[in-house]
């Protein structure tokens, strides 16, 4: 199993608000750049589950504000793989500024596995290496 480092990178002038703090519906974005950037880390990109006819919708999403993240803070998000069944995913992800340390925001995510019709599947059986790899990393703990 590969280590799964933190994704890390700065706020964005335009992700912020009046208040000169990151806007709260750009956690939500950073939670999938987080999950595509650990999909891509762990030997499985988006770019190859959808070349093997899966997509991942999501069905949830959730975010706890804790401490505002202001421009140019640099930052690092740690996910982990907090459910996962073949069928469902679930993560867990954890915003914590490189500055002071603090906690900035936490939150979920879950997901299906569909075909291209969005049907749901059951990955253990149509596409057991992908099914492989998400066993393999639920319940790893992402760390510096």
Same mark, same amino acid.
């Given at each position: 199993?590969?280590?799964?480092?933190?994704?890390?990178?700065?706020?964005?002038?335009?992700?912020?608000?009046?208040?000169?703090?990151?806007?709260?519906?750009?956690?939500?974005?950073?939670?999938?750049?987080?999950?595509?950037?650990?999909?891509?880390?762990?030997?499985?990109?988006?770019?190859?589950?959808?070349?093997?006819?899966? /997509?991942? !919708? #999501?069905?949830?999403?959730?975010?706890?504000?804790?401490?505002?993240?202001? &421009?140019? =803070?640099?930052?690092?998000?740690?996910?982990?793989?907090?459910?996962?069944?073949?069928?469902?995913?679930?993560?867990?992800?954890?915003?914590?500024?490189?500055?002071?340390?603090?906690?900035?925001?936490?939150?979920?995510?879950?997901?299906?596995?569909?075909?291209?019709? /969005?049907? !749901? #599947?059951?990955?253990?059986?149509?596409?057991?290496?992908?099914?492989?790899? &998400?066993? =393999?990393?639920?319940?790893?703990?992402?760390?510096?």
């Amino acid at each position: 199993m590969k280590k799964i480092m933190p994704y890390e990178r700065k706020t964005y002038f335009y992700e912020t608000d009046k208040m000169s703090i990151m806007h709260h519906s750009n956690y939500i974005r950073i939670f999938e750049e987080t999950r595509v950037d650990m999909m891509r880390q762990s030997g499985m990109p988006f770019t190859y589950i959808e070349e093997a006819g899966l /997509m991942m !919708p #999501v069905l949830s999403v959730s975010c706890t504000f804790r401490s505002p993240l202001r &421009f140019d =803070e640099p930052f690092a998000v740690y996910p982990h793989i907090t459910r996962f069944n073949g069928v469902k995913l679930e993560l867990s992800y954890r915003i914590v500024s490189r500055e002071s340390g603090l906690l900035c925001a936490e939150g979920t995510s879950s997901h299906c596995f569909t075909d291209l019709s /969005m049907k !749901p #599947v059951r990955i253990k059986h149509t596409h057991p290496d992908i099914y492989s790899l &998400f066993a =393999e990393y639920a319940g790893y703990e992402v760390t510096d």
